[in-house]
């Protein structure tokens, strides 16, 4: 029986929905923090652990390694338990390893700690995603996905110039430790509020979890689960490793600028997400057949400017890294229209599913960069020479691989996508021309 003909407990994106909406999002904004603050606590990194940079790079590989590593069977569990559980499993996870992370003082320790966060991190944004797709309407839903990318964003603000000040003022553990505090605190909130969703009936799937496992190669089989994977690789990981990572050191040793003139560029690229995100969400909305034309043109848009950056002789002048950090910033509200493409695939009762698959695209591309940057560092320093503008440069070229393979793929996976539409139903095309949401659940 399809959900809409189910009864409802509460009206659909009405306060309620929206009540538990901000309360999972208010997760969800703590797990960018707990997944951004290295960015800028980076270097401090690096001497308090006294570790090389493909160690310090492994910092972030090892917790993206676990968070895409367990995207496929958070989205299970999903399916099968509901987002609430796994909200709070979630938010216990990154709140212990980040007050692990606090107090240890080893390099081994501290990787243990930064994979438990990354494990707790995994579990947020699809239990989001899933409140969303239950909680509002059809019509509602792809602008509640883009302000939930949004607003998420809020927790890179924390993370760049406040966090710089909190560890320049109380040290490294008491700064760590009580934004562990914060998240535990939170959780409160969502068990006495969320629920899965809004209808009488729980809105899992009933059968058993090795059913749900062995339907996954039909989930990725399936074109719109295709072009949402690849979507989400070509254009999420360039902000991503910018913003997790690379992007502090590149700014301040290899460009120059002072650490509160970089922590000020990562905060414009946050401002600017909050501007674009609600122009995507509008264009999605009005024009769904080209939502993976729109990240594509957002993807060619990052590569040039990146291509200026990287060939402009010398350091680049402070105006054209804003503009870099502006553009690149597009790429996390681009994003996030791969789960609205997959959407249009998709069965409610398979949207967890889903959204684990895609949501592994653009983690899977952002470890095998940041991992072959700091390589390449690492390569290019081996005597114990300062990294030069010239090793970050060379470093940062390895995204255009990515960016030219993971666009080839989507284009691809497309046109697949818009043959299997017209077999399904021959006026799906014609009504996503139009700007109507079709909803064509191929799986």
Same mark, same amino acid.
């Given at each position: 029986?399809?959900?809409?003909?189910?009864?409802?407990?509460?009206?659909?994106?009405?306060?309620?929905?929206?009540?538990?909406?901000?309360?999972?999002?208010?997760?969800?904004?703590?797990?960018?923090?707990?997944?951004?603050?290295?960015?800028?606590?980076?270097?401090?990194?690096?001497?308090?652990?006294?570790?090389?940079?493909?160690?310090?790079?492994?910092?972030?590989?090892?917790?993206?390694?676990?968070?895409?590593?367990?995207?496929?069977?958070?989205?299970?569990?999903?399916?099968?338990?509901?987002?609430?559980?796994?909200?709070?499993?979630?938010?216990?996870?990154?709140?212990?390893?980040?007050?692990?992370?606090?107090?240890?003082?080893?390099?081994?320790?501290?990787?243990?700690?930064?994979?438990?966060?990354?494990?707790?991190?995994?579990?947020?944004?699809?239990?989001?995603?899933?409140?969303?797709?239950?909680?509002?309407?059809?019509?509602?839903?792809?602008?509640?996905?883009?302000?939930?990318?949004?607003?998420?964003?809020?927790?890179?603000?924390?993370?760049?110039?406040?966090?710089?000040?909190?560890?320049?003022?109380? *040290?490294?553990?008491?700064?760590?430790? &009580? /934004?562990? @505090? #914060?998240? %535990? =605190?939170?959780?409160?909130? !969502? $068990?006495? +509020?969320?629920?899965?969703?809004?209808?009488?009936?729980?809105?899992?799937?009933?059968?058993?979890?090795?059913?749900?496992?062995?339907?996954?190669?039909?989930?990725?089989?399936?074109?719109?689960?295709?072009?949402?994977?690849?979507?989400?690789?070509?254009?999420?990981?360039?902000?991503?490793?910018?913003?997790?990572?690379?992007?502090?050191?590149?700014?301040?040793? *290899?460009?120059?600028?002072?650490?509160? &003139? /970089?922590? @000020? #560029?990562? %905060? =414009?690229?946050?401002?600017? !997400? $909050?501007? +674009?995100?609600?122009?995507?969400?509008?264009?999605?909305?009005?024009?769904?057949?080209?939502?993976?034309?729109?990240?594509?043109?957002?993807?060619?848009?990052?590569?040039?400017?990146?291509?200026?950056?990287?060939?402009?002789?010398?350091?680049?002048?402070?105006?054209?890294?804003?503009?870099?950090?502006?553009?690149?910033?597009?790429?996390?509200?681009?994003?996030?229209?791969?789960?609205?493409?997959?959407? &249009?695939?998709?069965?409610?009762?398979? =949207?967890?599913?889903?959204?684990?698959?895609?949501?592994?695209?653009?983690?899977?591309?952002?470890?095998?960069?940041?991992?072959?940057?700091?390589?390449?560092?690492?390569?290019?320093?081996?005597?114990?020479?300062?990294?030069?503008?010239?090793?970050?440069?060379?470093?940062?070229?390895?995204?255009?691989?990515?960016?030219?393979?993971?666009?080839?793929?989507?284009?691809?996976?497309?046109?697949?996508?818009?043959?299997?539409?017209?077999?399904?139903?021959? &006026?799906?095309?014609?009504?996503?021309?139009?700007?109507?949401?079709?909803?064509?659940?191929?799986?």
């Amino acid at each position: 029986m399809d959900g809409e003909t189910r009864e409802l407990r509460y009206p659909l994106g009405q306060a309620r929905a929206f009540v538990v909406w901000a309360l999972a999002l208010a997760v969800y904004v703590m797990a960018v923090f707990h997944r951004t603050s290295l960015g800028v606590a980076g270097l401090l990194a690096t001497d308090r652990f006294e570790i090389s940079n493909s160690e310090l790079a492994a910092f972030t590989v090892l917790q993206l390694l676990v968070y895409a590593a367990m995207q496929v069977p958070v989205g299970v569990m999903l399916d099968r338990y509901g987002p609430r559980v796994l909200l709070v499993a979630g938010g216990v996870l990154m709140s212990l390893g980040q007050l692990a992370f606090a107090v240890v003082e080893g390099f081994g320790p501290a990787l243990v700690a930064r994979g438990v966060v990354g494990a707790g991190d995994a579990m947020i944004f699809a239990s989001v995603i899933r409140l969303a797709n239950w909680w509002f309407t059809p019509r509602q839903v792809p602008m509640v996905v883009q302000v939930t990318g949004m607003v998420g964003q809020l927790g890179s603000v924390l993370a760049s110039v406040p966090l710089t000040l909190l560890l320049r003022e109380y *040290g490294w553990s008491r700064t760590f430790a &009580t /934004a562990a @505090t #914060v998240g %535990l =605190v939170i959780l409160i909130g !969502v $068990l006495l +509020v969320v629920r899965d969703s809004p209808y009488l009936e729980r809105q899992v799937s009933e059968i058993d979890l090795g059913a749900l496992v062995r339907s996954l190669p039909g989930v990725w089989r399936s074109p719109g689960t295709q072009v949402g994977f690849w979507a989400h690789f070509t254009s999420q990981f360039g902000v991503n490793c910018f913003a997790l990572l690379w992007g502090f050191p590149f700014l301040v040793e *290899g460009q120059g600028l002072s650490e509160e &003139t /970089a922590s @000020t #560029v990562l %905060l =414009v690229m946050v401002a600017s !997400v $909050l501007v +674009v995100g609600i122009v995507i969400a509008k264009l999605i909305e009005r024009f769904p057949f080209y939502r993976s034309l729109l990240v594509f043109a957002v993807v060619v848009a990052i590569a040039t400017v990146w291509a200026v950056v990287l060939l402009w002789p010398g350091q680049s002048p402070l105006w054209l890294l804003l503009v870099m950090g502006v553009v690149t910033a597009v790429g996390g509200p681009a994003s996030m229209v791969a789960f609205d493409v997959a959407r &249009t695939f998709t069965s409610p009762q398979a =949207v967890g599913r889903v959204t684990g698959v895609v949501n592994v695209g653009g983690y899977l591309a952002t470890l095998l960069v940041t991992a072959l940057i700091g390589l390449i560092l690492d390569l290019h320093a081996r005597d114990g020479s300062t990294r030069t503008l010239v090793d970050f440069k060379l470093a940062m070229s390895v995204q255009f691989l990515f960016w030219i393979g993971g666009s080839v793929q989507m284009l691809r996976w497309r046109r697949r996508a818009i043959i299997a539409l017209n077999q399904d139903d021959d &006026t799906h095309v014609p009504r996503l021309r139009q700007g109507d949401q079709v909803s064509a659940p191929l799986i």
